[in-house]
């Protein structure tokens, strides 16, 4: 499959390490696939940038409002599995977000939740890119984002998330992407990087501009946790026989303030203690957040259905 050869060729691709150093001129714009996502993969990163005179740009995307948590839901009282209770652990996760985005620096108007179905995204991608019936969530039972926020309300399909990233691409026009990566095991990050990629391509095709630089987060790995800006980079991975072979990284190493103010947000999402409990003690014993470059395909084509 020409998406499967091709997402191989971007992910393999090595150089040297370099590291991420924000500056005013910069556009940022950071793609999460829930809420704390954000955070946990680019808190640093915010912190550092607002410590620029004057702050480059940033918008902050959260696709989905993270709803579909059932262990979050059981830890925070929430004993009944009703579409109510998920929708109201939907407006908890909202504002915990907000309230660590608005401590390490943004403005809410900067900060847009698309409110698509969490756990949802991956069968969009493959199952409902054109459908006139959108894909439903099981946990909130909506079909359309009704618990956007600062967004559109669009029903659930394939081509609604395309017209989201679309529009920011074109009307925020980001000097820097920060997305997942495309081979993150989480389905959710997954898909959200590969529609965030395909975007990417159809701008890069209706600007003829190459300026878009696509920085990816890797958190999750097959079997366990892979939170690569939770560990330092070894100075050799096993079997590499020499430095340039060595993953084409960017990292950004976070000053003692920085890291103490991410430390800060990353308790603002109290609802994750029991969910996200090692991503985030992960996360706050490191100083370095780490970041793959990635390159928008040529052509990708989507499923479908």
């Given amino acids: 499959m020409l998406f499967r050869r091709q997402l191989k060729q971007n992910v393999h ?29 680019a808190g640093g990163l915010i912190a550092s940038a607002m410590d620029v005179h004057p702050a480059p740009l940033i918008r902050v995307i959260v696709a989905t409002n993270g709803d579909a948590s059932y262990l979050t ?49 991956d069968a969009i991608w493959q199952r409902d890119w054109m459908t006139e019936v959108p894909y439903s ?11 956007a926020l600062n967004s559109p309300i669009l029903p659930y399909t394939g081509a609604s998330l395309m017209r989201l990233l679309q529009k920011e691409l074109s009307e925020f026009r980001p000097t820097t992407v920060i997305l997942p990566h495309p081979e993150d095991a989480h389905s959710d990050h997954r898909a959200l990087a590969r529609f965030t990629l395909l975007a990417a391509t159809l701008d890069r095709q209706r600007m003829q501009s190459t300026r878009l630089e696509l920085l990816a987060y890797r958190m999750w790995q097959r079997g366990g946790l892979w939170m690569k800006e939770a560990r330092a980079i070894p100075k050799k991975h096993p079997g590499e026989t020499n430095e340039e072979s060595r993953p084409n990284t960017k990292t950004l190493d976070l000053t003692t303030d920085v890291f103490t103010k991410k430390a800060l947000a990353l308790e603002c999402y109290a609802s994750q203690r029991w969910a996200a409990n090692r991503p985030i003690r992960e996360a706050v014993r490191n100083h370095t957040e780490i970041f793959y470059p990635m390159k928008p395909y040529s052509f990708i084509a989507p499923p479908v259905g």
């Fill in 13 to 41: 691709s090595t150089s040297h390490e370099l590291h991420l150093l924000p500056d005013s001129q910069l556009r940022i714009l950071i793609l999460a696939p829930h809420p704390d996502d954000e955070t946990l993969a």
């Fill in 73 to 121: 839901a059981i830890s925070g009282g929430m004993h009944s599995i009703s579409h109510s209770n998920f929708r109201r652990l939907a407006v908890i996760r909202q504002q915990e977000s907000l309230s660590a985005l608005i401590f390490l620096g943004l403005k809410a108007q900067q900060i847009r939740f698309w409110g698509f179905p969490d756990r949802g995204l």
């Fill in 137 to 147: 969530s099981p946990t909130t039972g909506f079909d359309h984002a009704e618990q």
